[in-house]
């Protein structure tokens, strides 16, 4: 194995380390909680850049199937008392079902009649959680959504309703659908997404299924979306129509951009960072969109490549010195 190679494990072992011990690390709750909700905007902004970054089609109605996910997930568990596995397992599948509906017919439209399909399937996913009154309490949304679950492992006792216990348990969340992704991404379908996103003809006359691999893609993004509203419901405990509106769609679509769309660390650096900006900008909350205004105009002229450039250019300086490291060790 290459110095290069050590310095690139060595760097992303002292990342993994970092994640294992900043809640012992921490001692604020508050910045615990945002670390969880960076977790869960990770998951959905890591599936709507499947969509959109691999393969090219821009979504502006990704938190509905994040509110699919949520609302059936906290129905199963208040009104069955069903364990959150099941709950969980429902509410991705549900916002997948959903996502497969919605793709058959729209997929086959270009650039921007998809934008404003989905636009409008987002507002009608908002419109029905605020008048299904009977099922969903409309405005005043769903309370007392339990904590996942309770471990007992002889005297170690795991109880998800703690802020440390829950930012593991987002934490590994998160690490099995990066580890999916990854190998979707660098898999045979994945390269035929790509090829999708530059191309769609040319790719259809190299024989790839257009239609097949974008539906796949959508079901895949809708579903992992709704795996990440059913772990914000039972955190936050509560949800309501507002937590899943268009405001949420385009912060997931800023989060992917300014992170770096079409790159896999991307959505990780655009998800953490805007999610801690967003809560110091809290204050200028009614200026949402013109605050989402001037950060595109700051990335798409100053970092065309999103912040996932600033972190190639950091590893690209840091794993050299790390592996001087190992190359002077290595030398008699």
């Given amino acids: 194995m290459t110095a290069k190679s050590w310095g690139k494990i060595l760097f992303f ?16 709750d508050y910045v ?23 393969m090219g089609a821009i979504s502006i109605g990704h938190a509905a199937f994040c509110g699919i996910g949520a609302y059936t997930s906290a129905l199963l568990a208040l009104h069955f008392g069903l364990p959150f596995w099941v709950t969980s397992a429902c509410g991705t599948g549900l916002a997948g079902l959903v996502g497969l509906f919605l793709a058959i017919p729209t997929l086959k439209l270009k650039s921007s009649y998809l934008v404003i399909t989905t636009i409008a399937f987002g507002k009608i996913v908002h419109l029905l959680f605020v008048n299904t009154i009977w099922l ?15 471990l007992n492992i002889g005297p170690l006792r795991v109880d998800f309703g703690s802020k440390a ?30 090829a999708i996103r530059e191309d769609d003809i040319a790719a259809e006359v190299i ?75 809290r204050f200028l909350s ?26 190639d250019l950091a590893e690209a300086r840091l794993v050299p010195a790390l592996s001087g490291l190992f190359s002077k060790r290595a030398r008699p």
């Avoid at 072992?13 to 604020?28: M, Q, T, Y």
């Avoid at 615990?32 to 599936?47: D, E, F, K, N, W």
């Avoid at 405005?139 to 904590?147: H, K, M, S």
């Avoid at 914000?232 to 268009?246: G, L």
């Fill in 286 to 311: 009614d200026y949402r969109l013109m605050i989402y205004g001037v950060i595109l105009f700051f990335v798409i002229f100053f970092m065309p490549r999103g912040l996932i450039g600033l972190f």
């Fill in 13 to 28: 072992a002292s990342a993994a380390l970092l994640l294992l011990f900043l809640p012992l690390l921490i001692e604020s």
């Fill in 32 to 54: 615990m909680h945002l670390l969880i909700m960076s977790g869960i905007y990770i998951i959905s902004t890591q599936s709507l850049n499947f969509i959109a970054g691999y």
């Fill in 136 to 150: 969903t309490r409309g405005p005043l949304g769903l309370l007392g959504i339990p904590a996942p679950f309770e």
């Fill in 207 to 281: 024989g790839v299924d257009v239609m097949y691999h974008k539906i796949m893609v959508f079901v895949i993004g809708t579903g992992a979306a709704g795996f990440a509203g059913t772990l914000y419901a039972h955190y936050i405990h509560f949800i309501s129509p507002e937590t899943f509106s268009i405001y949420e769609s385009i912060t997931l679509l800023i989060m992917v951009i300014v992170g770096g769309s079409g790159s896999f660390f991307g959505p990780v650096l655009g998800a953490v960072s805007i999610t801690f900006l967003l809560e110091q900008l």
């Fill in 165 to 194: 216990h829950y930012y593991y348990f987002v934490l590994g969340a998160v690490c099995l659908v990066m580890v999916l992704f990854h190998r979707l991404v660098n898999s045979r379908t994945g390269r035929a997404v790509m």
